[in-house]
């Protein structure tokens, strides 16, 4: 049994470990054994771990712990490993509370026929299986082979001795350096438990050097016990936090690893398709000129067959002539041919004139040989490593007073994998918005196979209805109001990552892995394609500026026309997250983007107006305007919702990382009221 197995045994069963139940094999304690680490397990569990080949912490009489990996002494290491577990101190605090009894109701009824109904008066105390048992029972015990080993008393020989008067007042602790000596002084210098020897050895000269019995007097009543007891809370809840934010990790990189792995195959297929394609058009365009080519030949072969059947029948005629004719006849046929002659030797001459020695070269694309011979890869793939800043923001709430900001009291959802939990905005005063979660919109369907993952949405020009893009599923799905899943769902050809109100019923859809800008019509029968715009990059965040659109791709915002066509471009530092966000002020004058870490407020015409950063931003992912234009920022790695004053001159966190679950990847604002949606 390895560390490793103890670990993942360990969190399957994490909810019924407790004080008498050993880590190892989940069951009551049997013999436990303390380590130096404090831990306890039952001495043939430990015997086992250590005597494992698999154990790798073996080394000079020392072994590691199967849960925290702090390395435990033993007295005589050269007695072999099968005697280690032996040579620790028993723990008989845990053994004394694992073999008690629960004196109550409980214990006066055999539990095994309890669970059949019946009501039979309990007279033993099985150890093993921690519950009372009936003469029968006990009997039943005896005669089955894999329980008969239990360690079965009478109730009454338990109840005469319960756990609590087993234990004497002094202790049976151990000192962690020297083997078989017990703790029975404290170096408050140090802070140092210390056995006789330890004292005589290193702690003579200390002052204040107490016992143990006389600082255990008052030690439930003293601060120290309250003060080791929430540190130890601090470091479980950090545990939580940590283990929380490992488990998102690799759910982003689960997501990641997805996108990426598509994209790959998508690519991979458009060059095939494209390379089959110019293959096609090139092998055609080389049919047509080796059919031409040939065809001249066979004309111009023709031409001299002619011409040479028209000699041989002309010298035939003329031996004709010259055997059988008159004389006169032979003159004239003569004469005649000779003319002829010249003409078949023009012939012969024009051909010979125009002969040429014909060959093919195909002259191919510079790219093409470089990729057919030279590429060894489709790319390279980066693990991004970035060292996670702390900052107290993420840990507290921050009520810092923000002067310009204005806020009203406003219905909100928060958008998560797969659950829209319904928020409000409450307390209209600036200095202390609050968001107060009410209730969960569930966002997965029967028929999905895929967890729910929501990149993108918007209010939908009513009111009620909202429309959030699910990127895992390919889908858009559609809310209303007090409903507490979706009303519709519009499978997609690809998967969504933004989607933008176009006007009534017309929303604006970024397909990244097809690289496609797509219009469509809202119907109570589905979607309707109005048009597509193909992009030369993938697509990600969208917002709609009067007859244009700004997107946003990974090291660029464009402001586009409706046909596509490019107005302005605005080069970004590279984004790594799935949405890099745009928004547009409800006048159509300004849009505000990211730009790294940093948030850029623009004209309509792409001037810069200012910039806001922060050390709380990190990667921002979703951006947000109110009625007063403060920007509100969905932040995915400090997991906090960040509000700025619409000038760009203050900021203050309203969600912090406490409060938020999971990484949030967009915000908006309804265009009708103040109802937020936040996608996590």
Known sequence: MNAGSVTS??????????????????????????????????EECLNAYITSDENGGLQDGKFTCPVCHIPTSVSVPASGREFWAGQLPNNNLIMSLADGVPFNSDTQVCKPCRREQKSTVARYWCRDCFEPLCEFCKGIHRKIKQI???????????RDKPGAQRLGS?????????KGKSVELFCPGHRKLCCVVCFATHHRECPGIQTIDELSEDIKSAGDL???????????????????DKTQAATILNFKYAELTEKIELLTKKAIERLEVLRDESLNKFEKHHSKETKKIEHEKAVLHSSK???????????????????????????????????????????????????????FNDQFLMTAEKMTSLGKLKVLRAQLKINNNDVTEQPSQVGSITSRSAGTYTVMSGKIPQVV?????????????????????????RIVWFTGGV?????????????????????KKDVYHPVMEFPLESAPCDIAAAGDNEVIVTLPHVCKIARYQIRNEGLKLLS??????????????????????????????DDGGEVISIPTQESYTYTAPVVVSRDNKKFYHRDGETIVCRSKEGDEIFRYHDSTLREPAGLALDFEENIYVCDCKSNTIFQVTADGTQGRIIRSSRVCVGSPIGIGFDRTGWRLWRAV
């Not at 209010?459 to 858009?476: E, P, Q, T, V």
């Not at 697509?539 to 791709?553: H, L, N, Q, R, T």
Request: glycine letters at 4%; one cysteine or more.
């Open 9 to 42: 045994k360990m969190e399957e069963k994490e909810h019924e470990i407790n004080v008498i139940t050993c880590p190892l094999c989940l069951r009551h304690y049997n013999g436990p054994k303390q380590l130096d680490c404090l831990h306890n397990f039952c």
């Open 425 to 449: 905005i409450d307390n209209p005063d600036p200095f202390s918005l609050k968001l107060i979660k009410e209730k969960d919109y569930d966002g997965s369907m029967a028929n999905e196979r």
């Open 459 to 479: 209010f939908m020009s009513d009111g009620i209805h909202f429309l959030m893009a699910d990127y895992n599923n390919r889908k858009i799905k559609k809310f």
């Open 170 to 178: 002094k202790t049976d602790e151990t000192c962690t350096e020297h």
């Open 309 to 363: 059947l028209a000699m041989d029948l002309d010298m035939k005629y003329l031996e004709a002539v010259a055997k059988h004719g008159s004389p006169s006849l032979l003159f004239i046929t003569s004469e005649r041919l000779r003319h002829q002659i010249g003409y078949h030797q023009e012939i012969l001459a024009v051909d010979r004139e125009r002969a040429e020695d014909l060959d093919y070269k195909f002259e």
């Open 532 to 561: 597509a715009i193909t992009t030369f990059s993938a697509p990600e965040g969208v917002a709609c500026m009067e007859d244009k659109m700004v997107v946003s791709f990974g090291d660029c915002i464009k402001i586009l026309g």
């Open 148 to 158: 008969n080993g239990h360690r079965i008393n009478p109730l009454e020989e338990i």
């Open 226 to 244: 309250a003060e080791v007891v929430d540190v130890m809370s601090e470091v479980i809840q950090r545990a939580d936090e940590q283990i929380a």
